[in-house]
C-alpha cells in the first residue's frame, strides 16, 4: 500500500484510470483531528478547478473519519483530473493528524485498493473577513439596479430560473439579423423623430470627502460625473448610481489612499463604494518609495514596496478602464484614462439615440410562425434596406400578427 505525505495547502491528488483495472467505484475518505470541539467547518473538493462537492462537519478533538466524495467511474473517464482540498471554518481553527485514504473498489472481482496520503504536521485555518460584517446599508435591488446602470447592462432569462447578465452592445451584437420587409403592411408605417433631450447626466451620489470638495472647488462638478447640455428641446436624460465616487489620493509613487473625512476632518460612513482592483493578478510596486504598516504605538512595523491598489481604475490585457463617466486624470497613474464608463459602456448606445439620422417607426406586419415564435428583443430588423433595433413588440399567435416599435439603428456592428 503505497504511503506519501500529503499537504492539503499546497498538493494536487491526481486520479486516472490505470490500464489492466476493471472499472469500479472510488470513494474518499478523510481522517482529521482539531484542537477544539464543536466548530462549524467545510471540506470542499476542487476537480481541475471546480468546486464538485461540499461536506458540512464538526470539530471533534479525536480522530474523525469519513467518507467525503464518491466517484462512480463506470464506462468512462469523466472523473479522471487533479483534485484539491480545503478547509473552510468561520473562526480559525487548527487541525493535523489529517489523513487522505482513497479507496478503489473494483466492480467485477470486488477487490478493494486503497492509497493513503497522511499529513501530521498541524494547520491552520487562515482568518478572512466577512463580507456581510461590512456591506453598506443599501438594498439588494438598489444595488443590483446600480450596478446595471453603472455599466449599461441588460438582465433577461428564458426560463424564468436561469438569467444572463451582458452589455447591451453585447446583447444586440449576439441577435440575429432579420428581414422582415416582405411580412410589413406598408400602410402601417408611422415615422417619427426620436425624442430629444435638453440635458444628459451620469451622476454619482454626492460625497462629503474633503477631497471630493476640493476637486467640486476647483472644477465646478463633482468627481466622476459627466453632465452635456444640448440645444434641444424636451427634458433631461439622467443616469445616478446610488454609490459614491471617493476620490483617492496619491500620496507618493502609485500609493495611493482614500479619505472618508468631511472638510473639518471627521470621519463619516460614506455611501456604498464601488472599486477596481487596479491589477487583479499581481500587486502594484512602489519603484523609490517603502511604506509600513504597524499595529504598535512604537516602531516602524513592517515595511512593504508594493500593495493591491483599489480605486476607480482596472489594467487588463494593457488597457486602463476607469469606473468615472468622463475621461479623466488617473489619481494612481496620473495619465488620463479614455476608456471611461460613458466611453466603453454608453458612447454607442447614446450616439445611436441622439443621431440627427435617428428615426423611431411604429409598424405592423403579418408573420410565419417560424419568425414569430423565434423573434426576441435583441433581434435587429431590417425593413426596405435600413436597420432597427426593437424598442417594443406584440404579438398574436392565432393570426400571426405583430406590432413594432423600432429605433433606427446606426452601430457599425
Known sequence: MPYSSFNFTTEVLNLSYVSGYNHGDIVIRLSIQFAVSGKPYNVLIYKDGVLVNTTSKLTTTSVSTFDIYYLFTLDNLEWEGNYTFKIESNEIVTFSNSKLLVQFYEAITGLVYQTNYNQTVSQTTVSTISVKSYMPEIKIEDFFSGILKMFNLTCYSTDGINYTIDTIENYYATGNIIDLTKYVNTDSINLNRVKTYKKINFLYEKSESLVNIGFLSNNGIDYGNLLYSTDNDGEEYSIKLPFE???????????????????????????????????PTALTSLTSTTFYFSNALSGNGTAHTSYKAFGQELLTDGITYSLNFPEQQSTLTNEVVVNSLYQTYYSNYISNIFNYRARLIKVSAILPISVLTSLKLNNRVIIRDKRYIINSFTTDLTTGEASFELLTDLRTL
Open 245 to 279: 465616487d471617493l476620490n483617492f489620493n496619491n500620496l507618493k509613487d502609485k500609493l495611493q489612499v482614500g479619505y472618508a473625512l468631511k472638510t473639518d476632518l471627521q470621519k463619516y460612513i460614506p455611501k456604498p463604494i464601488i472599486l477596481y482592483d487596479y491589477n
